[in-house]
C-alpha cells in the first residue's frame, strides 16, 4: 500500500483547526487544541485525513511528537495526491 510523508508545522491554540497552506517545505496546520497529552496531534491527524479523504486511522505522526515541526505519515496516500490538494511545497523560505 502507498504512503506519504509530509512535513508539517503545526500552531496549536489556534482559533480553529484549518490547514493553512505550505510555508516553506512544511504545510502549515492549526488546530484550537493544546498540545496536551497528544490532542493537538489527534487533531492534526484528523485534520489532515479530512482533506485527503482517508480514515482518521491512516494518518499518524512519525516524528516530532512533541514538537511543532512533525513528520506525519498519510496511508493510502501518493505524493501525488497530496500535491494535488495542497498544492506544491514553496521552495522559498517562507
Given at each position: 500500500?502507498?504512503?506519504a510523508?509530509?512535513?508539517v508545522h503545526v500552531t496549536p491554540k489556534s482559533n480553529r483547526d484549518e490547514i493553512r497552506g505550505w510555508r516553506g517545505g512544511e504545510?502549515?496546520?492549526r488546530v484550537t487544541v493544546a498540545p496536551e497529552g497528544g490532542k493537538a496531534n489527534a487533531a492534526?491527524?484528523?485534520v489532515l485525513a479530512k482533506a485527503l479523504?482517508?480514515?482518521k486511522s491512516a494518518v499518524r505522526v512519525l516524528?516530532?511528537?512533541t514538537s511543532r515541526h512533525?513528520?506525519?505519515e498519510?496511508?493510502?496516500v501518493t505524493d501525488a495526491h497530496v500535491r494535488q490538494t495542497f498544492g506544491e511545497p514553496d521552495a522559498r523560505l517562507f
Open positions: 500500500m502507498s504512503s510523508l509530509i512535513a504545510l502549515s496546520v492534526v491527524c484528523k479523504g482517508v480514515p516524528r516530532g511528537d512533525k513528520q506525519v498519510a496511508v493510502g
